[in-house]
């Protein structure tokens, strides 16, 4: 895969334009410039659209409307996005359904210290940022606990793709999901609390870099010690 092609060149500098349009703009500005860099994912599909399903293009809409929502009014519209984010989220599984298979997995790759050390800090990560954000969304808890539970979702599949092993570059799939945890522990506080135009940055430009390292793992993927890759789906 060529990394330097114009729509991986146009990807990374719209990275840098929202970083620094998080820091020196408004939401008003960022609400326009957010949907241009994942349009720079799409063009990066078409351009490999050989070997991902044509379910991500659609999936990269449901979170530019997503942005949408967050950045114009967050609180005012958590109700589309605790619609449209879990909707992203059991998408994303979806997508790696082919990869994803408990066969083969042994105990000890799951409840070993490093793991259950990394699975604790998630748990703790979220359990403080709900209840820290759990009084200003009292009528729109149940979207909350949606979201929760389908990131989760989409962690866990991540996750045991990664410890598996059976495919490579699974890598970019586990720095996939680590920006995602940053992203969503810091939204809620960066919305609702502490609006900080460093935060506002971090967030939006990361979550770019999720979503790149999520379709570089699709396009690059390939099984390990096996002869045929596992892409009849959708």
């Not at 490579?168 to 586990?174: G, K, P, Q, V």
Request: charged share 10%; net charge negative; hydrophobic share 55%.
């Amino acid at each position: 895969m060529n990394f330097a092609t114009p729509a991986h060149i146009a990807c990374y500098l719209s990275v840098i334009a929202v970083f620094f349009c998080g820091l020196f703009c408004s939401n008003e500005v960022l609400v326009f410039i957010k949907p241009v860099s994942t349009l720079t994912l799409i063009w990066i599909y078409f351009e490999n659209r050989a070997k991902v399903s044509a379910l991500f293009p659609i999936i990269m809409i449901v979170i530019m409307i997503n942005d949408v929502f967050v950045l114009s009014d967050f609180d005012r519209f958590f109700r589309y996005v605790g619609i449209l984010l879990p909707l992203y989220y059991i998408l994303c599984s979806y997508l790696l359904k082919p990869y994803f298979s408990l066969k083969g997995l042994r105990y000890l790759d799951i409840f070993n210290l490093p793991t259950l050390i990394g699975i604790l800090l998630v748990v703790y990560v979220t359990i403080s940022v709900f209840n820290l954000v759990m009084p200003s969304l009292e009528d729109s808890m149940g979207f909350a606990v949606l979201i929760i539970i389908t990131l989760f979702i989409y962690l866990g599949v991540c996750f045991i793709v990664y410890l598996r092993n059976q495919f490579s570059h699974t890598n970019y799939l586990l720095l996939a999901a680590i920006c995602c945890i940053l992203v969503n522990a810091l939204v809620p506080i960066q919305e609702l609390y502490y609006d900080n135009p460093l935060f506002t940055a971090v967030i939006y430009s990361v979550d770019i870099v999720a979503m790149f390292f999520y379709l570089k793992f699709l396009i690059c993927t390939e099984p390990e010690g096996e002869d045929k890759l596992f892409s009849d789906y959708l």
